[in-house]
């Protein structure tokens, strides 16, 4: 009976140890299989990640992509969500870059045209609004008549949209072109496109517009715009101004962040949008510099 114990002890004792031995194998890796290490392979270069450089132009380029610097207006969640329809909506319309003063061509949905659709070229005289609030207006004289025709920029209506000759004025709105004369405002509706070199600076027009006699629709003489030319007006005119003019305004430092949104800010957001942003335009530009090549047939 003793002889039994010993014996099952000794084969426990054994079973045990083959166990240990089995499970450090186990856990062991074969020596011919290669660990992944962090080092870089010998003779291949590991590319970082490339980071989207945004253009220090884009405030000017996409100014829509800002927010409302009204903070009772501002709504972190409803600017996103706006800005992902906003960049949805350009992959299927292309929307030039265009300033005040560029002439455009904007081709709408009309049901009560022949071709069910409409074209207006014009003048950009004023552009207002963020995110899908954006809008711009387009000013031309038709048959002697001063038409203006205001457009949202991501209205799903809208089919075309074309600059025609891209440049940029001395002011940032040209109300003022109402009480000018007409022809600072005719522009033919089958103007063909002036097309810029790539890369090249926008051009700006310096041309002075000279106004009709009085009555105007505003007091241009306390507007300080560049653009306007002598307004010929006497000198009482001009010394009211003077009274109501508030020169220490640009020195205002909380005004002015008050009605922009801040650097840093800004950077942020075009950071979000502007690699989609990039992707639409490159493959656009692909799709232009395509050609598509016709065999020719043998007449018979």
């Excluded at 949805?88 to 005040?100: A, L, M, N, S, T």
């Excluded at 109300?175 to 022809?183: I, S």
């Excluded at 305004?249 to 800004?266: A, H, N, S, V």
């Amino acid at each position: 009976m003793l002889l039994k114990n010993l014996n099952f002890h000794r084969f426990q004792c054994g079973f045990t140890q083959v166990l240990r031995v089995s499970r450090s194998f186990s856990n062991s890796p074969p020596s011919d299989v290669q660990q992944p290490s962090d080092e870089p392979i010998s003779g291949k270069q590991v590319k970082p990640e490339r980071k989207s450089v945004v253009p220090s132009n884009s405030r000017f380029i996409y100014p829509e992509f800002l927010p409302d610097p009204k903070i009772e207006w501002r709504n972190s969640l409803r600017e996103k969500l706006e800005r992902m329809d906003m960049i949805q909506r350009r992959k299927h319309i292309d929307i030039p870059e265009f300033y005040v003063g560029s002439i455009m061509a904007v081709s709408s949905s009309n049901q009560h045209a022949p071709n069910k659709a409409t074209r207006f070229v014009g003048i950009c005289i004023q552009r207002l609004g963020c995110g899908l609030r954006a809008n711009f207006t387009l000013r031309n004289v038709i048959k002697h008549i001063g038409t203006e025709m205001k457009y949202q920029l991501y209205d799903p209506t809208i089919q075309k949209i074309e600059v025609l000759r891209l440049e940029k004025r001395l002011d940032n709105e040209l109300l003022y072109l109402r009480d000018a004369p007409n022809e600072y405002s005719t522009f033919d509706e089958n103007m063909e496109a002036e097309y810029l070199p790539e890369g090249a600076p926008v051009p700006v027009n310096p041309e002075m517009v000279k106004l009709k006699p009085r009555p105007w629709r505003a007091r241009w003489e306390r507007k300080n715009m560049k653009g306007l030319a002598d307004l010929g007006l006497e000198d009482r005119f001009y010394e009211r101004a003077k009274e109501l003019a508030t020169p220490w305004e640009k020195y205002d430092l909380m005004k002015q962040y008050r009605k922009t949104i801040p650097e840093e800010e800004q950077k942020e957001i075009f950071a979000e949008v502007y690699s989609e942003l990039h992707e639409v335009e490159v493959m656009r530009k692909k799709l232009k510099r395509k050609k598509v090549f016709i065999k020719p047939t043998k007449n018979v």
